[in-house]
């Protein structure tokens, strides 16, 4: 759990291309007049989130309840569009100086909400302040590629690269919110965070909501529309359904899947949702601890659960099979290689034998009550893995001990998530790389390190993926975790909002949404 003009840029070649033809239709299917032109300035936004920020600082955050709030708080060099196109934010173009060296020229009227004035000395401490170790950031796998930023020129960053970095854009738009140091230093980061985005911190009553107000000083003409944002902490998915029919809300995130019918069709709603920006699901081992330190037990759990039960039984039919990072429509998908593609139950009872488990064995699973798609993933497996003698029970808990339990490796088998999965390397270099800011599986492979570390320094998208099959070959094969799903997300919303879509980096962009009365 862990999520400008284009004429100016480099090209990004196919994966942009892939993503832009898939993306825009289904995005305009499914959005049923999400994007109409009678935006009404004004009015406060009524959300729901499936649960509480850990904290609001983006540099350490860990849940994407996080994300979805403090990405409307800051800004970004660059984004992705729901297309999958490079676009502008605080930086107006991009160029590839040579292939370790990008500079961004930037905007000139950006402030931060503490009023200090937006320039390149920001792009600097932000990445300075991710790569310190002292920060503790999940993120600076993401850029460890970069040896230098030089902000001599207010209005220009360079950013000089040890070497050729393949998804160094991508994670600019993913990750890259740029912070102020006299906010960070001067104030509590986690609790009161300061940017320059669409809205503006309020407050934090914990566990009941966050409150956001409009920034006047916006960088970006005639935005936001909103005046103000109440993010309501709603972890039961009932509870956020009957607050939005009953007027009390105006957007949820998280339909229930059993509901996405119904509420699709009822004239009431907007449903949006788009299959090509979602999440990977997948079962976790603690690959340090018995019985799944052995790659025998976990391959033979690999071989014994069908995807396309936990399919329909936890998601209801919606989503995708899950085999890897990314879904089908993304450019870098390949199943080429995968191990346990298929349910095999024969072969799966061999290797737990050659483990030394001709009898069978036990073995317990962290549950997530608060995810139910997440829990009930698990009552699958449990059920399925019956047949090859092993009985696994649930221990259901709450969302904070479960994450303390997963960080500290004090777990046999979850089911867990990685957001904002675009490019592999988000997935690789900070799940399954050795030593990974977010390796809870405390999986070490010395050969899929290098083959990592060799993708992320190719500029060359075949070069690239040929070496991410390979990746995926050893790793499923290791199966310090399993793939098994690929989730969709679904927003629902009153009829009197709009401009709600979802794109690559599954940022809420609320700075777009309004009330159309």
């Keep these: 759990m862990q999520l400008s003009p284009l004429t100016p840029q480099r090209p990004v070649g196919a994966l942009t291309r892939t993503l832009a033809a898939l993306t825009i239709g289904l995005l305009l299917a499914t959005s049923t007049g999400a994007f109409a032109a009678d935006i009404k300035d004004g009015g406060e936004l009524r959300a729901a989130l499936t649960g509480e920020p850990d904290v609001l600082d983006p540099a350490t955050s860990s849940i994407y309840t996080g994300a979805q709030v403090y990405e409307g708080i800051f800004s970004k060099l660059i984004d992705l569009d729901a297309s999958g196109q490079f676009v502008s934010d605080l930086a107006t173009k991009w160029t590839q100086v040579d292939p370790k060296t990008w500079k961004f020229d930037l905007v000139t009227n950006a402030t931060f909400h503490n009023g200090e004035t937006f320039t390149s000395a920001d792009v600097k401490y932000t990445f300075e302040r991710i790569l310190d170790p002292k920060t503790a950031s999940a993120y600076a796998g993401l850029y460890a590629q970069i040896e230098s930023v030089d902000a001599t020129d207010p209005a220009v960053a360079v950013f000089h690269l040890k070497s050729p970095f393949g998804p160094f854009l991508t994670n600019l738009a993913t990750n890259g919110e740029i912070v102020n140091k006299k906010a960070i230093e001067s104030g509590d980061p986690a609790r009161t965070p300061v940017g320059t985005g669409p809205f503006e911190f309020v407050e934090w009553v914990q566990g009941d909501h966050i409150s956001l107000k409009k920034n006047p000083t916006y960088f970006k003409a005639g935005l936001p529309h909103l005046d103000a944002i109440t993010y309501k ?269 979802i794109t690559p980096t599954l940022s809420l962009h609320m700075e777009n949404v309004g009330f159309t009365q």
């Design 233 to 501: 902490f709603l972890p039961v998915d009932q509870s956020r359904i009957d607050a939005l029919s009953a007027g009390e809300l105006d957007w949820v995130d998280a339909v229930p899947l059993q509901q996405v019918p119904a509420l699709k069709a009822d004239s009431r709603f907007t449903y949006v949702t788009s299959p090509v920006a979602g999440i990977p699901d997948f079962l976790a081992f603690n690959t340090k601890k018995p019985p799944f330190d052995n790659p025998k037990v976990r391959q033979a759990v690999a071989l014994a659960i069908s995807r396309s039960d936990i399919r329909d039984v936890a998601y209801l039919g919606t989503g995708e099979l899950g085999l890897e990072e990314v879904p089908t429509g993304s450019v870098w998908y390949d199943a080429t290689g995968v191990f346990g593609a298929e349910q095999d139950i024969a072969k799966a009872k061999q290797l737990l034998t050659e483990a030394g488990y001709p009898n069978g064995l036990s073995v317990e699973y962290l549950g997530l009550p608060q995810y139910p798609e997440l829990l009930k993933t698990g009552q699958v497996v449990r059920d399925e893995l019956k047949a090859i003698g092993i009985d696994m029970t649930i221990k259901p808990v709450d969302v904070s001990i479960w994450y303390d339990a997963y960080v500290a490796g004090n777990y046999q088998v979850t089911s867990a998530y990685q957001e904002r999965t675009i490019d592999p390397d988000n997935f690789y270099s900070l799940v399954i790389k050795s030593g990974g800011p977010i390796n809870t599986v405390q999986y070490s492979n010395p050969d899929v390190d290098a083959l990592i570390d060799k993708a992320a320094a190719s500029s060359d998208d075949a070069e690239r993926k040929d070496l991410y099959r390979q990746i995926r070959t050893t790793v499923t094969a290791d199966a310090p975790l399993v793939f098994v799903h690929y989730e969709t997300l679904n927003y629902l919303m009153n009829k009197t909002v709009t401009g709600s879509g």
